[in-house]
């Protein structure tokens, strides 16, 4: 099957709710029970508000919604934070997380980032590793107390 087209833009402040709708329908793709979704689902609200149209961006396939991509500055020089990649359900496993995730570099790197850091919901570290993330260490979660989740980091090198 043929990967399919996909454009990226800036979202409009009115779809923060689709945008979070569609996170919360990526996120059930992980076999989590109802009790877990019912917690994660205020840390899986798209922020577009808080990261700017800078922050984020909307893939869409033939012009409907097919995922969402975000990043913020992180704590240190140089280091950035992907703050969501979702992919809506029916679109997964056809690239549109490796454009969102180079496009996220990209924009990182622009922004001076040598390294954008990724705390992985762990059903997705074998994503990221394969896209050149590397494991750093266990984190605890923001959204689950007790819950830890891999920090994985991806160098900002220039692209070939």
Known sequence: MAAPEVTLRPPWPEEEP???ALCIRSKRLWPYDEAFMERAAPALRVPIERLGAEGIR???CAGERAGVVGIEPGDGPGVFELTLLFIEPRFARQGIGAVLLRWASAAARERGGAVLEI???????GFYEAQGARFAEWRPSDAIPGRVLPLLRL??????
């Open 58 to 60: 909307v893939a869409e």
């Open 18 to 20: 689709a945008l979070t």
């Open 119 to 125: 705390l992985s919901d762990p059903h997705a570290r």
């Open 155 to 160: 160098a900002l090198t220039a692209p070939a």
